[in-house]
């Protein structure tokens, strides 16, 4: 059989920039093209006449050109006017080249596709889509597909490029399909080369709405096959990961059991179920992979101190990493106190120790006497070296970048694999994180710790202050303390951190009587932890905060939580800093400030916030509103994997593909290799972030 060859050969006058810049937006193979379908459709089987043209609405005109000139007022265009019949049309190119001064001559007919509307000059089309014809050319049967390209490389080109990768692969004889007659009648599934031809060339009788929105049969037939190579994918990387080795370490209940005993309260239920598995994969000769989820306050950090535990009982280092100083200062002040007495050796490492303390820090980890090593990313760079790393927990993982994982997963591949938890509160619907992180497991908190009395949320538009100030102050003179979230500026960290500084300077001076404090993100880490530290000890008594404080901070105490411009934040961020209250006894309250008028999105999410507390129901909505690409992080949304199918609406289909995707891996290893080559081809890396 011939190798499969690139479309791109001669012919074509630069054929290596063409390919050059294809490959660039992933095109690289006959597969890629193949696989490159369209991303709408136009109509071109009909003509409209230039009066009958609705404004708004793109259409087809057949014209005839009668004068062509480069003029300069308004500005230096390209105008081309031109006749269908009586009617006048006006063409007009802000951008154009030479030669198309020279092709678009009088006497020339032309096609146009594009929006007829009033203009300068009079009715015109504004940088139509255009195609010479001769008198009398017919019209395509079929809609024309139009397809995602790159600057320089026209439809017309890539359309071409297209073709021939279809003529090659169908030549060669390779569209046969990678699952079996009977599977596809059971999953009610077209053959797939037929729903290749079907989208890149419809028939005449295709309706332009089941295209465009993706409910064609071909379509279905597609997207199944994208989450297929997904699934097949990811459970590859499993089966490889499973095949590794990693330490193994069983329960010995010698230090775990101390720590417990040291717990001023007992595990919930459902802690204790998360910890149970978390042991027992812990004792498996190959890596564990767990996700452990649980809502804000649920009590994770001790669930990950008794594995770090098991796993120092039987001899390894374990490393705790934390996304933000803050966070990982608390982790280290926690856990000393449940692990130090017990005389457990723990270390802390962040890019801000002094270089003496830091040199210490890593001769430590490098010689084994550190047994838990807790910090941010810093304890993955070049030169920190663990003696026998078993595990490592990554504490709200989505906030670390791909890069940093991979680093991490290099660090450990260095010794052994190492046993991997990683924590989340960012909670993913059960049904998402089930099908679609086919190579993670999954343990989940969901039941928060006895004897919390439930937040409640208030939503109270800016004008209101006085009546809130008045609140704070009452609450703050009872030994009460209090959170102030300033707005959130996305645009400028410039901007975010004058407005934290002026927000910490009207506090202050609205509150002369208080203790008022301020943290945000561009202070030095030392800074904000001697801040947090006084707020810890309740000599701050009202702490102004940029979101640094989003994630994990616990201070039982605070019972007021104030977030100005509410409706500029998200709304699993908006959860997570309501979570930073509500962990003492005290009846809590969180106030959400918001400017109106409100938009329809801000006014949604504002709802669901005041209507649920439930982490898993709040994520759930969260994806309503804005959609998985968004609502998991760059890697876990796929996006660059996912081009055609919807985790959320194409649900069955998910299903689908994981049991096939199962039955494939163990009965037709042949047909599951076709269809990753097919569908990834060089694009696998991105699946093992
Ligand atoms: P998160 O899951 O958000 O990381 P933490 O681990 O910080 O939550 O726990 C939140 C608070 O709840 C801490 O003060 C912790 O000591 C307390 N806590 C954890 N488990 C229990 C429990 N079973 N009973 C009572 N309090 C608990
Ligand atoms: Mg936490």
Redesign the pocket.
């Known amino acids: 059989m011939p190798r499969t060859r690139s479309p791109l050969t001669p012919a074509n006058k630069s054929p290596t920039s063409l390919a050059q810049k294809l490959a660039q937006i992933g095109l690289r193979n006959d597969w890629d093209f193949a696989l490159h379908l369209p991303i709408r459709y136009e109509d071109e089987t009909r003509i409209t006449r230039v009066r009958d043209a609705v404004a708004g609405v793109d259409c087809q005109v057949e014209v005839e050109i009668f004068h062509t000139e480069v003029t300069f007022r308004p500005r230096r265009q390209l105008v081309v006017q031109t006749r269908d019949g009586d009617d006048v049309l006006y063409l007009r190119f802000l951008n154009f080249y030479g030669s198309q001064v020279k092709q678009l001559t009088p006497g020339s007919r032309l096609r146009l596709f594009g929006e007829v509307r009033p203009g300068f000059f009079g009715v015109e089309m504004v940088h139509p889509r255009y195609r010479l014809v001769a008198l009398d050319e017919s019209v395509p049967e079929a809609l024309t597909p139009v397809y995602g390209t790159t600057a320089g490389v026209s439809q017309t080109a890539i359309r071409r490029v297209i073709d021939r990768a279809l003529e090659t692969l169908s030549v060669q004889r390779q569209f046969d399909d990678s699952v079996s007659a009977s599977m596809r009648s059971a999953l009610r599934l077209e053959p797939f080369g037929e729903s290749v031809f079907a989208l890149h060339r419809p028939s005449p009788s295709a309706s332009l709405s089941s295209l465009a929105e993706r409910t064609h049969p071909a379509w279905r037939r597609i997207k199944f096959d994208e989450l297929l190579s997904q699934q097949l994918a990811m459970k590859k990387a499993r089966a490889a990961r499973d095949a590794k080795s990693a330490p193994v370490m069983k329960p010995r209940n010698e230090i775990s059991k101390s720590m417990l005993a040291l717990l001023p309260?007992?595990?919930?239920d459902a802690?204790r179920r998360a910890a149970a598995e978390i042991s027992a994969d812990l004792a498996k000769t190959h890596p564990m992979q767990r996700l452990l989820q649980?809502?804000?306050?649920?009590?994770?950090?001790?669930v990950a101190a008794l594995a770090a535990a098991q796993a120092i009982e039987n001899g390894f280092q374990v490393a705790m990493m934390a996304p933000t100083e803050i966070l990982a200062e608390q982790h280290y002040r926690k856990l000393s106190e449940l692990l130090k007495p017990i005389g457990v050796i723990v270390t802390w490492l962040t890019g801000s120790l002094k270089a003496k303390q830091k040199r210490e820090a890593i001769a430590a980890i490098g010689d084994g006497t550190t047994q838990l090593a807790i910090g941010t990313h810093a304890l993955f760079q070049d030169g920190v070296n663990f003696a026998n790393l078993g595990l490592a927990i990554i504490d709200e993982q989505h906030r670390f970048g791909v890069g940093q994982r991979l680093a991490l997963r290099e660090k450990a591949s260095m010794v052994e694999e190492a046993h991997q938890l990683m924590?989340s509160?960012t909670p993913i619907p059960r049904t998402l994180s089930m099908s679609y992180f086919a190579d993670l497991d999954v343990s989940i908190?969901d039941e928060l710790?006895?004897?919390r009395t439930p937040i409640s949320t208030r939503l109270l538009a800016d004008s209101r202050r006085d009546e809130l100030l008045e609140r704070i102050r009452a609450a703050c003179s009872a030994g009460g303390q209090a959170y102030w979230v300033c707005p959130l500026i996305e645009e400028s960290e410039k901007l975010q951190l004058q407005t934290a500084v002026d927000t910490f300077e009207r506090i202050a001076t609205e509150f002369p009587d208080l203790r008022v404090g301020l943290v945000h993100g561009r202070m030095k880490p030392t800074e904000k932890n001697e801040v947090m530290q006084k707020f810890i000890a309740n000599e701050i008594q009202l702490l102004v905060a940029t979101t640094v404080i989003e994630v994990?901070v616990?201070v039982?105490n605070a019972s007021i939580m104030v977030i100005e411009h509410a409706e500029r934040m998200g709304l699993s961020q908006l959860h997570q800093l309501r979570?930073r209250v509500g962990?003492g006894a005290k009846q809590s309250a969180c106030v959400l400030l918001y400017q109106s008028p409100l938009g329809a999105l801000a006014k949604a999410r504002l709802k669901v916030i005041y209507e649920s507390t439930d982490g898993f129901e709040i994520a759930r909505q969260d994806l309503l509103l804005r959609g998985p690409g968004e609502h998991l992080g760059a890697r876990q949304s796929g996006a660059p994997l996912l081009r055609f199918a919807d985790i959320e609406r194409d649900v069955d289909l998910l299903d689908a593909a994981r049991d096939t995707a199962t039955w494939m891996l163990e009965n037709d290893v042949t047909n599951a290799d076709k269809h990753l080559a097919r569908w990834l081809g060089s694009r696998q890396h991105y699946l093992k972030a």
Do not use: C, E, H, Y
């Not at 309260?265 to 919930?268: E, Q, R």
């Not at 804000?296 to 001790?302: A, F, I, L, P, R």
């Open positions: 309260f007992a595990l919930t802690q649980g809502d804000v306050g649920s009590g994770k950090t001790v924590m509160a908190i710790p006895p004897g994990g616990d039982p979570g962990r």
